[in-house]
């Protein structure tokens, strides 16, 4: 079976731009959960999504939104760039959102640079 | 909030054991998680752990919970140059959304 796929795999982008960054969940999974992960750190939650709505959102401006699709594929993008916010950006998929047995599965990740 | 934190960095030679430690401030914690990452690569579950167990053991990989002293450790047994990678320990959030990682602890084996 095809685990949690995410496009593009590397992205350059300048200071100001938009991105938008796709995730495609594991088959029969229909919660998605994005992390950014700056380098040298752990990573940290910014948005799960289950039926295409938000059941949390981490410390992050409004600058990151999200959304999920009906096939539970999930964008997450970001406007206005900042140079902080070069990173590597995880999708992790589980098969709900109750959490507590709900186990997440994290795709390769797109590597996101801003110059 | 919820905060995890673990040492940065474990040297072992091939053929030893490893024990990676992590301690979490919030003790509603329901489970616990170990992960693997390789340069360049996404996040690899390597286990967890549901805070009603004290241990559980899966093939090289032992995991060792203190909910008392709010500790858990990752022992490698028979530590190989493939297990060289960086290992987060994560715990699920109070709502039960979101993974609290801490920083990783990049295991390095030598032969």
């Known amino acids: 079976d095809a685990g949690v796929t995410q496009s593009p795999t590397h992205l350059i982008k300048t200071r100001g731009q938009q991105v938008t960054l796709r995730c495609s969940p594991i088959s029969g999974h229909k919660s998605v959960s994005w992390y950014q992960q700056v380098l040298g750190q752990g990573p940290q939650f910014i948005f799960q999504y289950y039926e295409k709505e938000e059941r949390g959102r981490g410390n992050f401006p409004d600058r990151f939104s999200a959304r999920q699709f009906p096939n539970y594929s999930s964008e997450l993008n970001v406007n206005a760039l900042l140079l902080g916010d070069s990173a590597l950006y995880l999708c992790?998929?589980?098969?709900?959102?109750?959490?507590?047995?709900?186990?997440?599965?994290f795709g390769p990740g797109t590597r996101l640079t801003v110059l | 909030g919820e905060d995890v934190e673990q040492s940065l960095f474990l040297s072992v030679r091939e053929g030893d054991s490893s024990v990676i430690n992590c301690t979490y401030t919030?003790?509603?914690?329901?489970?616990l998680y170990w992960y693997k990452q390789e340069p360049g690569a996404g996040l690899q579950l390597l286990t967890y752990?549901?805070?009603?167990?004290d241990m559980k053991q899966d093939q090289r990989l032992t995991v060792l919970l203190n909910k008392k002293d709010k500790h858990l450790s990752l022992r490698i047994a028979d530590t190989q140059t493939g297990d060289s990678a960086i290992y987060f320990c994560a715990v699920l959030n109070q709502a039960g959304t979101a993974l609290i990682f801490g920083k990783g602890t990049t295991l390095s084996v030598s032969s």
């Open positions: 992790a998929s589980s098969l709900d959102a109750r959490g507590e047995v709900d186990t997440q599965y």
């Open positions: 752990i549901f805070s009603n167990m």
């Open positions: 919030d003790s509603s914690s329901t489970y």
